[in-house]
């Protein structure tokens, strides 16, 4: 069987954002990882590769991906809600644009958890990092007890709902669906459940902003993702990539999720 793509939405594989690495560590991944994938004559144009290093990474990162001219993007972990002012420990949208970050993990399900970050202060960081020409990636999902509960979609529908108050129909922005019962546990959610909820989340996308944004939104797929499985779950029509954990931090790993097209014979 082959993959089904929407030729007009390039897939994307995001990883790293659990990388508790230094700087130094960073900088030797990330030219690890350039080298693996170019040794693999990875096509980056048919399949983006972003990475999501700690703030103290940011800068090393930035340096050597611009002095290389490495073919990976990055982003950041989190951002502020807050312009700018006395908010200790806080990194604004604006900091990030100056390091050049695409893109910034919001809503993430350890800052909704660990940190109490409610629908409304995703919201506002969603605004923060447009503001900036950051492209948000909206973290929405839901745990076992959420799930039973409410039944597939209803929390990530929400959530997604809260997240997207106030954003115009010219933003650009990444959504990316993962269930707090299938992060780190092994076991993944099915390619079906998967499409259940990215179709779900994009007929919201539609409801509220139009049929060409949510035609050109990438929606992506995040819980225990790796090798083994991720060609299931790029065959579904409404999932457009992955959010990648703790399989991102296994070059290797990450490498042949990255190339997931060349496991099924594209």
Request: glycine share 8%; hydrophobic share 45%.
């Amino acid at each position: 069987m082959g993959v089904t793509i929407n030729p007009r939405r390039t897939p994307l594989m995001a990883g790293n954002w659990k990388m508790n690495l230094d700087h130094l560590q960073a900088i030797a991944f990330v030219q690890k990882l350039a080298w693996s994938l170019k040794d693999a004559h990875h096509d980056f144009a048919t399949v983006e590769v972003a990475i999501f290093p700690p703030f103290t990474d940011l800068r090393s990162v930035q340096t050597l991906i611009s002095a290389d001219k490495l073919p990976l993007t990055f982003g950041a972990q989190d951002v502020s809600m807050h312009e700018s002012g006395a908010y200790t420990g806080e990194v604004s949208a604006s900091f990030l644009a100056q390091l050049e970050c695409q893109y910034v993990l919001i809503g993430h399900s350890e800052r909704r958890t660990l940190h109490n970050e409610t629908d409304e202060v995703v919201a506002a960081k969603v605004t923060a990092a447009l503001g900036h020409n950051l492209v948000p990636v909206i973290c929405v999902g839901e745990t076992a007890e959420d799930l039973a509960e409410h039944g597939p979609s209803a929390v990530p529908v929400s959530q997604l709902r809260a997240a997207l108050a106030g954003v115009s129909n010219a933003a650009d922005f990444v959504v990316a669906y993962e269930p707090v019962w299938a992060i780190g546990s092994g076991q993944a959610a099915t390619p079906e459940q998967a499409e259940q909820v990215a179709a779900a989340l994009r007929a919201v996308i539609q409801e509220l902003l139009g049929d060409d944004v949510a035609d050109k939104t990438r929606i992506l797929y995040g819980g225990s993702v790796k090798a083994a499985n991720i060609a299931g779950f790029m065959r579904e029509p409404n999932v457009d990539g992955a959010l990648i954990g703790g399989a991102s931090l296994d070059i290797p790993e990450f490498s042949s999720i990255v190339r997931y097209q060349k496991h099924v014979g594209l």
